[in-house]
């Protein structure tokens, strides 16, 4: 059996490789830090090793520690890394890292101890703890700011993302660079250092902090910055603390803080939500009934029916990734008008400097616009971005029928429609699912893949691997109106439009929510997205609303008044001329005021709590539902929904891992005290009820 840390020694160095596939985690129950520990140990006492070398075997250096282990779990009989690194501190033989691939966290801070670094181009090097709610707790708050000043050290922390091994030379974390092979190389330049003896140990723990301003004042701007920069997440504070200790305490004091900022965090709420999405974001891409093997076809160009909002921003994803995409439109002049909006899109980029013209040409060049469908007769997908209206997405399917290619994707971007029904306007069902992309399309990172009743595994594997090559994260739902993500939302929103009938005000609900960490309430989101569109669908439902049911009128009575959003200068807020600041409106709450009298509602004062349950708990009973129906194949798939699709907080983890944290019972109690008041728009979901019972979480 392998090893998973080999020890060797090579003429007076002892060569240390970690071999625990497929990253080299620093497995503590595994006993990966425990060999590396006795290895060091094996090697210092033995008169005929006079250096080391500590290397990764396959493809990289060391991902880090392993994830699953933080918040507890560990074999107390093992030694875990911030023992590791306190003994390579007094060993008086020089250690060299010899790095390749991704080198993260406790994979670094272990690089970090040895007393020199070489490393191949292409290495991932990054201390990335931050965006799991922790900070680097072997060591890394400490020693990088003295290899490296505190002030790069600390943008690199807070960051948390990788740089190249040319990067990390320039700033002095990495002492060679290196090319060829990478044992050899580094065996070279240790046996150099290992002529001369301990005169060449040279730990970090002993270098003086570099910081070329008042270190009072610096810390004092960074604490200012990070606060708005990171609101509601720890541990960027706790970074900034670690490495003012750096400066100002000796290296033992600084370790200990470190510590015992790394016990504390790894215990909040904002690290478990931030580390539940880690996992979350893996476990998205599996299907249970769909094996990886499945085959996937080959996206070598793609076609999109429509360019209207979606259907460009759709299309420019295509083309970002380098494949070529055709747009079909009605006649010339839509078209036209269409790849307008793209090219405008592009350039908007490439003159804030984040494109280069040359860039933008190319991509641009991907794209060629047709009015005739046999013009698309050879892609490999294409996706349906016209009018939301079943008639028309239905001749329009027919025609892809006739048109597309045997074996080419067809799916439909509908936000509402039922996809068998669209699915069954052509001969071929099994090719046919729904990718429901989120507005602006070429922005937003959340794509829903809506499998329908006949959806092949393979049609749905090829939309999976799709979602990956255009950089979107793929979650796949059921048919169902509004799918995961909309068809939550209704709750909430409905919910935010009572409260106001019942006592509270626009701006006093959006406050709650963007205290709870969204970036705007449910109110300014209706005024950015335009508040027309949804009063026409509400317009069209009238007709089939069930009657005895509450129905708020305060949202259309705003738009009889032309009150659109921003882009009318009013809507719940009202907005100077050229600026986005809402401005609370009294007569909005002179409107409001009146619904209320109108609907013989008498009205309240509402606590923050109670704005906030209602809204969120809506998700969360709507969700549980979803869950129960298998429109979303797990608690988690939901919350990436909402982090990726809908702006729900990452600190917080989803809608339904807030409910875990919560706790479902009394998430439940709240639920069935809106159900008495409130009636059946809060029958308590079943599946909710069963959790809550049997004392389990959605995420379990
Ligand atoms: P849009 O009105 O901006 O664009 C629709 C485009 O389709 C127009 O340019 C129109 O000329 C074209 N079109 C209409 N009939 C056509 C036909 N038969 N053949 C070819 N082109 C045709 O609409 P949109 O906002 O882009 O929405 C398109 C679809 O995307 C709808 O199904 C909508 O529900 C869905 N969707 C919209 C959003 C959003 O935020 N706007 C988000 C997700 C999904």
Redesign the pocket.
Known sequence: MTRLVEYQRQGSVGVITLNNPPVNALSVNKGVVQDILDALKDGDHDPHVRAFVIIGAGRNFSGGADISEFGGGYDPGKAKLPDVLAYMDTVTKPIVAAIHGPTMGGGLELALACHYRVALPGAQIALPEVKLGILPGAGGTQRLPRLIGAEKALDLMIAGDPISTEKAGELGMVDEVVSGDLRAAALTFTNRLAREGRSVVRRASQLPVALDRPAAEFFEQARSRVAKDWRGYPAPQAIVACVEAAVNQPFAKGIAFERQQFERLVKTSESRALRHLFFAERQVAKIPDVPEDTPAREIKSAAL???????GGIAMNFANAGIPVKV???NQE?LDK?LNVVRKNYAATVSKGRLSQDVMDKRMGLFKGVTRYEDIKDADIVIE????DMA?KK??FEKLDKAAKPGAVLAT????LDVNEIAAATSRPQDVLGL????PANVMKLLEVVRAANTSKETLATAMKLSKTIKKVGVVAGVCDGFIGNRMLHGYFREAGFLLEEGALPQQVDKVIEDFGFAMGPFRVGDLAGLDVGWYIRKRQAATRRPHLRYSKVADQICELGRFGQKTGAGWYRYEAGDRTPIPDPAVEALIVKASKEAGIKRREISGQEILERCIYALVNEGADILEEGIALRASDIDIVYIYGYGFPRYRGGPMLYADTVGLDKVLESVRRFHSVHGEFWIPAPLLEKLAAEGKKFNS
């Open positions: 029916i429509g360019a209207g909002t979606m259907g079909l439109e009605v839509a269409g971005a016209v009018f939301e028309v001749q329009v971007n509908t936000s509402t429901h992309f989120f507005s």
